[in-house]
């Protein structure tokens, strides 16, 4: 658990405007200037202000491996991403200190949980399933039924991959189909090329697929995603 | 202007105004503290959802009592018109 000092103002102005309102249910003192101002502080300034902190935290909350992790669901990507000896992309890219525990975050940033979304439809898409299904379940019957709602873009590896440096452009197979990578006709995380960043959860005779499988988008996006 | 609300706006008792929006109240910030301490997937849903819907509803009707307030109250909305000395009369 990690409470960061922000949370902590949060938590302060939530007590102090908890014991205004207490006291004020007990007391019910008569409506004057001064019960009034205390109660514009009790009813108003602070719980906004607690209200303002918590949407900040809840949604830095969501960029976190934790946060995706209170599902079980995500119990094995999180466990191989974790896993010290796994050569998966993202164990790869959870090693990093500046965005390790927020991994999921940097490589899914599209996923419908994120961003205010949270607590619309789109977010509320996977919390029905969840709530419909997978719950009743547990995560190894449910690895074979989970699969990215859209091919993965890899837009979302060039935010840190620019595919302009000297030694990216110096690699053969990125020379030869660069249009095709920046354009995300051909998947960099696919078998061939730099293979899945979950690979436990493929089977293994997809490893010997060509990469252009992958673009084909046999999976079904499912509904509400 | 709704009948329902029009006479609320006239007759509506204060305390008890109050009274219901801080019990919506409490029941908004214990939900939106939970989820600064517990960030799984459940307090923070409920924190960014129900607890802000009903910590603005507490927050509407406390609003509603300033407005009821003010009512009550006796303003000169703009200057009165020129007062009238005596020596004008």
């Not at chain 1, 935010?159 to 660069?178: F, K, Y």
């Not at chain 2, 960030?39 to 927050?59: D, K, R």
Request: proline content about 5%; aromatic content about 8%.
């Amino acid at each position: 658990m990690h409470v960061s000092p922000l949370a902590w103002i949060a938590l302060t102005c939530a007590v102090v405007a908890a014991v205004i309102m207490l006291l004020y249910l007990v007391y019910r003192p008569p409506l004057d200037g001064k019960t009034k101002g205390f109660l514009a502080l009790g009813l108003g300034v602070l719980p906004i202000m607690t209200a303002l902190i918590g949407n900040v935290e809840g949604l830095r909350a969501t960029e976190h491996q934790a946060f995706c992790g209170s599902c079980h669901t995500m119990d094995f990507h999180i466990a191989d991403a974790n896993d010290p000896d796994s050569m998966g992309l993202a164990a790869i890219h959870s090693r990093t200190k500046m965005f390790g525990d927020r991994s999921c975050y940097v490589c899914h940033k599209d996923y419908g949980m994120y961003g205010y979304t949270l607590t619309k439809l789109g977010g509320m898409g996977h919390v029905y399933y969840f709530l419909t299904d997978y719950a009743w379940e547990d995560a190894h019957e449910s690895l074979p039924r989970v699969h990215i709602a859209r091919p993965f873009r890899n837009d979302n590896c060039m935010q840190c991959h620019s595919t302009s440096g000297r030694i990216w452009n110096g690699v053969p197979d990125h020379q030869g189909l660069l249009e095709d990578l920046r354009a995300g006709q051909t998947s960099c995380a696919s078998a061939g090329c730099h293979g899945y960043a979950h690979p436990f959860s493929k089977p293994p005779e997809d490893e010997t697929e060509p990469a252009e499988a992958r673009l084909d988008p046999g999976v079904k996006a499912p509904e509400g995603t | 202007m709704n009948r329902w609300f029009k006479k609320l706006l006239d007759r509506g008792s204060r305390s008890r105004l109050l009274v219901v929006a801080c019990v919506l109240g409490l029941i908004g910030l214990a939900l939106m503290s939970w989820s600064l301490f517990d960030q799984g997937w459940i307090p923070v849903m409920m924190a960014m959802s129900i607890g802000q819907v009903i910590g603005t509803l507490s927050f509407g009707l406390f609003l509603l009592v300033v407005i009821i307030d003010l009512r009550r109250a006796t303003f000169r909305p703009s200057m009165p018109a020129q007062a009238s000395r005596k020596e004008d009369r």
